[in-house]
């Protein structure tokens, strides 16, 4: 399905779904407990849907009836083995696969898309040193044997979903762990999103530095009845579009107290020069004189497309370093970021690790290809707010991975 949006600035307000992020690990927790729990998430996008899928197919009995989901938890995992359709998503499978060994399951992964092709390395080489299984065949991920407790050790650079998988996993064993994450840490925000829901389950774990001591036979412990806060990832597409516009955005339904990595967002675009205001959980984006910054992409992989368009007409040089990790996303962010920008009149080099933009008072517009990534296809309508001729977005239906109802979203907003 192609999309064609419209150029000019925008206005308005928006409300933002439920962040996908919190929901896989509040769905974990659910299920890994002993009683119901209803929990309230605005907007089921495909991720969610798919971890919900896999963990109904490992025991777990789960129901969704507009903003409810009912979790009723794991009692046993079915004999025989278990197919687990992960779809295309990432964190379903990397938090979803240390589960399996945790519970002794024999599990085949479904994988599509690009997923087959993301690393899994060094994590699966440390849940094999650990008692289980794994072996890829294609777009099928199998797995069997159970883990035993002991010393876990990972590095900190490669992925914060390998950390926080252990995490949720290591509690269910029979005696105690030890997880010791090495060297510099990424993307640090989401091991504490993982930390905040396993103290809401009453999980207990120690921690010293980035070493955790983690008691065995524990069992998850989350109130009745909770609610999924508002998604910073998807929230920045609508605050770099006020960043964008004399008249401003107003974005609802976020916390601004939140351990969500992505709520970085904002120190950023007030560093660009945009004029931000915060009141509970209202945040006003207006554009003022956007100037070029210097960007770490290591903490923020996922903000860097649409970021790269605020660059695009900052007046002088932006800098995006740190930006290896981009290259192992729904498609190689470094280069389809880079694409976006080019197919629009906008002025980037594309490094090995980094993008360089240099801004310029308006795009063309044209067509860009999503390449079948949402956080591309919301980056295009972004950018299209400055622009001069319409754009249009090649396979745009894919924003159902993060953000399905994006597109009416974007087209509430006022030209």
């Not at 990432?90 to 599990?107: D, H, I, M, N, V």
């Not at 091991?191 to 955790?212: C, P, Q, V």
């Not at 970021?337 to 080099?349: C, E, F, R």
Request: charged share 20%.
């Amino acid at each position: 399905m192609n999309r064609i949006v419209l150029p000019g600035q925008r206005s308005g307000s928006v409300r933002i779904p439920a962040s996908k992020s919190q929901a896989h690990r509040l769905l974990i927790c659910a299920a890994l407990g002993e009683g119901q729990t209803e929990i309230r998430c605005d907007g089921i996008s495909a991720d969610i849907a798919a971890t919900m899928a896999c963990l109904n197919a490992l025991g777990a009995k789960i129901a969704c009836e507009g903003e409810r989901i009912t979790v009723e938890p794991i009692g046993a995992v079915p004999n025989g083995l278990c197919e687990l359709p992960c779809g295309e998503s990432g964190s379903t499978l990397r938090f979803l696969l240390p589960l399996c060994g945790a519970l002794g399951a024999e599990a085949v992964f479904l994988m599509q898309g690009r997923l087959p092709e993301r690393p899994l390395a060094p994590l699966d080489a440390v849940l094999r040193e650990q008692g289980m299984t794994i072996r890829q065949e294609g777009g099928r991920l199998c797995c069997s044997g159970r883990l035993t407790p002991g010393d876990y050790s990972l590095p900190g650079n490669v992925s914060s979903q390998y950390i926080s998988g252990l995490l949720m996993a290591l509690p269910l064993l029979e005696g105690e762990s030890r997880l010791q994450v090495t060297g510099p840490v990424a993307s640090a925000g989401y091991i504490a999103m993982t930390e905040d829901a396993l103290n809401l389950a009453e999980l207990g774990f120690e921690k010293d530095g980035w070493r955790y001591r983690i008691p065995g036979h524990q069992r998850s412990c989350l109130p009745t009845s909770l609610s999924v806060e508002g998604d910073w990832s998807n929230a920045a597409f609508f605050l770099a579009a006020g960043a964008l516009s004399d008249r401003g955005v107003r974005v609802c339904g976020m916390n601004p107290a939140s351990s969500q990595g992505d709520r970085a967002v904002l120190e950023i675009l007030r560093r660009f020069g945009a004029d931000i205001s915060v009141e509970k959980e209202r945040i006003d984006t207006r554009r003022g004189a956007l100037c070029a910054v210097d960007i770490d992409a290591e903490p923020i992989p996922d903000l860097i497309p649409v970021l790269s368009v605020v660059a695009a007409c900052a007046e002088g040089e932006t800098h995006i370093r740190n930006a290896g990790r981009l290259r192992l996303k729904e498609s190689d962010r470094l280069q389809s970021t880079a694409a976006l920008l080019t197919a629009l009149g906008g002025d980037v080099t594309e490094g090995e690790d980094s993008l360089t933009i240099r801004g310029r008072r308006s795009l063309n517009g044209g067509t860009v290809d999503s390449f079948g990534d949402h956080r591309i296809a919301m980056a295009a309508a972004v950018a299209a707010c400055l622009c001069t001729e319409p754009v249009t977005v090649l396979g745009g239906e894919c924003v159902r991975k993060s953000y399905p109802r994006f597109w009416d979203d974007w087209e509430g907003l006022h030209l």
